[in-house]
């Protein structure tokens, strides 16, 4: 059986696959003509992506949380392994319904008890998996040997280095944020060191932010280069 792409018909010796390519290269084109001037073209791609995404939400949201969480349990619960409808389930229903009273001025202080409902669980679910995972896991840094020592009994001097730095940057840092006392003295020079770690700190992940941004310009250049241009020979 040929592919969907040799089967389905060549409309002007566009196929499916080329039209894709020319609808993306278009788009890419759209966004960036934004660093020339905010014009309607980019508007235009602006809402599209908005639209798309947002659609794509509501749909995913509809069979991965709605169908499987709540449909199913109440009026096909065979379908997920339960002897009898499991009516629990109409509870974060009803949350979900309340949700949708921001869109009536008369009863849209409904949406106040599943926000607060949401943000509750949310926020009870990331507090211990940040503490987890930053709290201690910086802690468990600056608690590391200064003199490490291998195996075979050697002394790690660059380990050492790096452990001496970040034991220094977090005090210095910590003592940038203490304001019980007077900057003065000691605590001066290290509330100004804390500065500094800081602003290597923001820095580098500004630059990794840069980078980031790179590599989806460089993998958009790539498509046009090798994926678009290539047609335009055909």
Request: charged fraction near 10%; aromatic fraction near 14%; include cysteine.
């Amino acid at each position: 059986m040929p592919p969907v792409a040799e089967a389905a018909p060549n409309i002007f010796q566009f196929t499916p696959h080329l039209l894709g390519i020319w609808v993306a290269a278009f788009l890419t084109f759209a966004i960036y003509s934004f660093l020339y001037a905010d014009n309607p073209v980019y508007k235009f791609a602006e809402h599209l992506f908005v639209g798309v995404s947002a659609g794509y939400g509501v749909v995913v949201t509809i069979n991965e949380a709605v169908i499987p969480d709540l449909i199913n349990p109440l009026f096909h619960p065979d379908k997920v392994d339960l002897a009898a409808p499991h009516y629990l389930a109409i509870v974060p229903g009803i949350l979900g319904i309340m949700m949708f009273s921001r869109f009536f001025p008369k009863i849209d202080w409904l949406a106040r008890w599943p926000m607060a409902f949401v943000l509750g669980i949310f926020a009870g679910l990331s507090i211990p998996t940040t503490i987890q995972a930053v709290l201690l896991k910086q802690m468990n840094g600056t608690m590391q040997p200064l003199v490490p020592v291998a195996p075979e009994g050697h002394i790690q001097f660059v380990a050492g280095f790096e452990h001496l730095l970040l034991f220094v940057g977090v005090i210095c840092v910590l003592s940038y944020f203490f304001f019980s006392l007077e900057h003065k003295g000691l605590l001066r020079v290290s509330s100004r060191m804390g500065v500094w770690f800081l602003m290597i700190a923001f820095g580098a992940g500004f630059g990794n932010t840069v980078m980031a941004r790179v590599s989806l310009l460089i993998g958009r250049v790539q498509f046009l280069l090798y994926q678009w241009l290539p047609t335009l020979h055909r």
